[in-house]
Nanobody, 122 residues
Framework: QVQLVESGGGLVQPGGSLRLSCAAS????????MGWYRQAPGKAREFVAIITNIGSTNYADSVSGRFTISRDYATNTMYLQMNSLRPEDTATYYCNGRFVTYPSRGSARDYWGNGTLVTVSS
């Protein structure tokens, strides 16, 4: 059983910063990648950022230069540092993990947290 738990969301003013965390636990054999997605009201879930098992990162154009993804490999905790926040960043942010799990150790598949709400408003 695998669990992803996000934290750190809340209300922030435009131009402000937040740091999101995602803690992964359970029967994880290996981690191919972890990432962040977000979903605003009335919109589809969209990609935000990803970090691979060797530390390579990629960002959506809308957040590039403002957000930074990182990971603590010892604790399987992922972070998203969000700076220069805009009202358009308002969304529920979801933690995603591409894991190979016990006991089958098959191909990696995606697991999701329940999300943490970020509201950017004055």
């Amino acid at each position: 059983q695998v669990q992803l738990v996000e934290s750190g969301g809340g209300l922030v003013q435009p131009g402000g910063s937040l740091r999101l965390s995602c803690a992964a636990s359970g029967s994880i054999f290996s981690i191919a990648a972890m990432g962040w997605y977000r979903q605003a009201p009335g919109k589809a879930r969209e990609f935000v950022a990803i970090i691979t098992n060797i530390g390579s990162t990629n960002y959506a154009d809308s957040v590039s230069g403002r957000f930074t993804i990182s990971r603590d490999y010892a604790t399987n905790t992922m972070y998203l540092q969000m700076n220069s926040l805009r009202p358009e960043d308002t969304a529920t942010y979801y933690c995603n993990g591409r894991f190979v799990t016990y006991p089958s150790r098959g191909s990696a598949r995606d697991y999701w947290g329940n999300g943490t709400l970020v509201t950017v408003s004055s």
